[in-house]
T-cell receptor, first 113, second 115 residues
Framework: GNSVTQMEGPVTLSEEAFLTINCTYT??????LFWYVQYPGEGLQLLLK?????DKGSNKGFEATYRKETTSFHLEKGSVQVSDSAVYFC????????????FGPGTSLSVIP | ETGVTQTPRHLVMGMTNKKSLKCEQH?????MYWYKQSAKKPLELMFV???????ENNSVPSRFSPECPNSSHLFLHLHTLQPEDSALYLC??????????????FGAGTRLSVL
């Protein structure tokens, strides 16, 4: 199949806590993988991406490593801030006549002071 | 203006009304998308236009009618909607065939309420 699975939320953390949001995918081959973030009242925006196995994407203190052995792309951040409160979407590319993006269901994160 | 702009940001309409959602992108992209985002449900891809041709229509009811007059503009015409159509409608664009073609850029969405 062609799907993306994420851990269910909502996730609530205290400021400066460590964050992990799990993501696994099914695919033939090695598609590009992404994390998008949606802040309250906004559309989605790209947070980071990785295009091949063992690549690490990073941005704003967030990291995710493309693991082909476990077909995973878990999102991590060492110390979350209140401003990180948002919904996080894991996604992969599916090659069709255009570059179709398959999104996971999203994981809501709330960071409390 | 930069990025992807959607108007209106909020819309309330009755089931017998006709309205249109507008999306404009200022990124020079040649592919545009409509998504529906409902509470507690995954993001649903509705329509895709690439090089101004519709390349995907995901079994969307005919009460939703897309229009892409040029590569910068995308419309979603709405008529005789149902209350379950209430959702956030997101527009996105990307550069088909470009170096960063796999990245989509989203507007802030139109929050639609159908009464």
């Amino acid at each position: 199949g062609n799907s993306v699975t994420q851990m269910e939320g909502p996730v609530t953390l205290s400021e400066e806590a460590f964050l992990t949001i799990n993501c696994t995918y099914t695919a033939t081959g090695y598609p590009s993988l992404f994390w998008y973030v949606q802040y309250p009242g906004e559309g989605l925006q790209l947070l980071l991406k990785a295009t091949k196995a063992d690549d690490k994407g990073s941005n704003k203190g967030f990291e995710a490593t493309y693991r082909k052995e476990t077909t995973s792309f878990h999102l991590e951040k060492g110390s979350v801030q209140v401003s990180d409160s948002a919904v996080y979407f894991c996604a992969r590319i599916m090659k069709t006549s255009y570059d179709k993006v398959i999104f996971g269901p999203g994981t809501s994160l709330s960071v409390i002071p | 203006e930069t990025g992807v702009t959607q108007t209106p940001r909020h819309l309330v309409m009755g089931m017998t009304n006709k309205k249109s959602l507008k999306c404009e992108q200022h990124l020079g992209h040649n592919a545009m998308y409509w998504y529906k985002q409902s509470a507690k449900k995954p993001l649903e891809l509705m329509f895709v236009y690439s090089l101004e041709e519709r390349v995907e229509n995901n079994s969307v009811p005919s009460r939703f009618s897309p229009e892409c007059p040029n590569s910068s503009h995308l419309f979603l015409h709405l008529h005789t909607l149902q209350p379950e159509d209430s959702a956030l409608y997101l527009c996105a664009s990307s550069q088909a065939g470009g170096g960063e073609r796999d990245i989509q850029y989203f507007g802030a969405g139109t929050r639609l309420s159908v009464l």
